[in-house]
């Protein structure tokens, strides 16, 4: 039986993408019978399904794990991997074209070959693949359904025509792309992150809805590859979440890149007569711009349907399963996790709401969602990562702070480097050096971050972190010097004055 027969179809359906599919959804796959209750079923093979299932499976649970298309979820298949090695692909081509910078002289034009770049990526997607393989999971101890799940009631669920009965379940079915009503929009043939790594072609005018992360890295990637990228964003600026003067940044590297911008964009519009073409208000002036292909990176809807929560007495509304800070539906004993139930749409949150879910389903836990301080890094070059509150919030939460700054161009590796354009801006409780939210633009930011998240988990402050050596030169130094800002904030006049005395009485 072929992939499409299995109905399972991933274009183009070459030999990589064939090696994922037999991977994530092989098509002559034989589903287990079921044997008794099990321990935990699990209703979603993304990242929060995964990590739930092996590790109960690991931890002796009976489990059942259950997938109607391709294991591995958003992440693997549509999001996190491929875009990753496609904005790989396209810093390549940037850092070539930029060589001349650094006194490396390239002759001739540089010239990137799109079909290339995009078997690259299906090629490392499918080795990434294996990891999530439904044979994998098999060898591990769990039993793989692959098929529709469905509730039948609070303690069952049915899948290919088999019935399933559990003492707890979770459902980890993530979200999808979803359209905003822009007139004309249904009827044209647009990408989303579900489609676009499914190109072969390099589009020579490329529109862009929404100047979120997905939007902006894909508008960097696809301006560096060689098209004529048009970003629109409705607000005021792009990643409209960030602080302003960070996304600036962004914005301008998207600029040198070629990207034309078009924030606080009003009244879209998408018409086809004979070509594609969107239409914005923008600042007052009318933009018409043709273009060949249209990516709608706006919105996400929780995968809700066809699980019948109606039958297991599990709430739901348009913005997911609801659930409590344990991560508990209205069924106390069917649990949820991951895009299905979070704001924070973010593998590694994902990850570790699994964790939680897996110590109070199966082990009586307490564990509390409120409890995670979640990172999150926008992968533009330079990336913009961010981890707790911004001023604005601790503004809000009547949080009293103190706010400390390296601009980049004051550390020694991002200036050899030629990324200078950044800083790490942290946030401490005001009168100490608890750290209460950080926002770093550097070129390496979403690895920095963590320095920082580790230091807010651990209850550790700016003076740990100065204290801390790290290794010279390094960009990560850059937080190393925010500590240093606040040492020199404890050495007060009357410190100063005590200091000075006892030096004088020394002498």
Same mark, same amino acid.
């Not at 078997?119 to 693949?129: N, V």
């Not at 800070?325 to 979070?342: E, H, K, Q, W, Y």
């Given at each position: #039986?072929?992939?499409?027969? /299995? =109905? *399972? @179809?991933?274009?183009?359906?070459? %030999?990589?993408? +064939?090696? &994922?599919?037999?991977? !994530? ?95 690259? #990526?299906?090629?490392?997607? /499918? =080795? *990434? @693949?294996?990891?999530?393989?439904? %044979?994998?999971? +098999?060898? &591990?101890?769990?039993? !793989? ?100 003067? /960070? ?261």
């Amino acid at each position: #039986m072929s992939s499409e027969t /299995a =109905g *399972i @179809s991933l274009p183009p359906m070459d %030999a990589h993408n +064939r090696e &994922l599919v037999e991977n !994530v959804h092989p098509p002559d796959w034989r589903n287990p019978t079921p044997d008794g209750v099990y321990n935990l079923v699990v209703i979603g093979a993304g990242t929060a399904g995964l990590v739930t299932a092996s590790a109960a499976a690991q931890m002796g649970a009976r489990v059942a794990l259950i997938e109607k298309h391709l294991m591995g979820g958003d992440c693997l298949n549509v999001g996190c991997v491929p875009s990753k090695g496609l904005l790989s692909a396209a810093r390549a081509a940037a850092a070539v074209r930029n060589a001349a910078n650094f006194g490396v002289t390239v002759d001739g034009d540089v010239r990137v070959d799109f079909p290339a770049a995009m078997e690259r #990526m299906r090629r490392l997607r /499918a =080795g *990434i @693949s294996h990891h999530d393989s439904a %044979a994998r999971f +098999r060898d &591990l101890g769990v039993d !793989v359904y692959l098929g529709e799940g469905r509730f039948t009631d609070g303690a069952t669920v049915e899948v290919d025509g088999q019935r399933l009965s559990f003492r707890r379940a979770v459902i980890a079915t993530g979200a999808r792309a979803a359209a905003p009503p822009i007139p004309g929009l249904a009827e044209v043939d647009y990408l989303t992150n579900e489609t676009v790594f499914s190109l072969t072609e390099l589009p020579d005018r490329f529109g862009i809805i929404g100047a979120g992360p997905i939007g902006c890295e894909m508008a960097q990637a696809f301006a560096r590859f060689g098209s004529h990228v048009i970003l629109v964003e409705a607000s005021d600026q792009i990643l409209p979440r960030e602080d302003g003067d /960070a996304a600036a940044i962004v914005r301008e590297s998207l600029r040198r890149d070629g990207v034309t911008i078009l924030c606080g964009g009003k009244d879209a519009e998408v018409q086809q007569s004979g070509e594609v073409r969107l239409q914005v208000a923008c600042n007052g002036v009318r933009h018409d711009e043709p273009v060949d292909r249209l990516l709608v990176a706006v919105g996400r809807a929780p995968n809700v349907e066809n699980l019948n929560l109606e039958a297991a007495g599990v709430e739901y509304d348009r913005q997911g399963v609801t659930v409590d800070d344990r991560l508990r539906t209205t069924n106390p004993d069917i649990f949820a996790a991951g895009d299905v139930c979070s704001a924070y749409k973010f593998t590694h949150a994902a990850d570790f709401m699994a964790r939680i879910v897996l110590r109070n389903a199966l082990f009586l836990g307490r564990s509390r969602v409120s409890a995670l301080t979640i990172p999150w890094c926008t992968y533009t070059s330079p990336e913009l990562a961010h981890v707790g509150l911004y001023e604005h919030e601790a503004a809000e939460q009547r949080i009293r702070i103190d706010t400390f700054e390296q601009p980049l161009d004051g550390v020694d590796r991002a200036v050899l480097d030629g990324q200078q354009q950044g800083f790490v801006r942290i946030h401490v409780r005001k009168g100490s050096d608890r750290i209460v939210g950080a926002t770093i633009v550097a070129a390496h930011a979403g690895d920095m971050i963590a320095h920082v998240t580790f230091a807010m988990t651990s209850g550790l402050g700016l003076k740990q972190i100065a204290d801390t050596i790290h290794p010279y030169p390094t960009q990560s130094e850059a937080i190393r010097k925010v500590g240093d800002l606040y040492n020199r904030t404890r050495l007060t006049p009357p410190v100063r004055s005590l200091m000075q005395k006892w030096l004088a009485w020394k002498r």
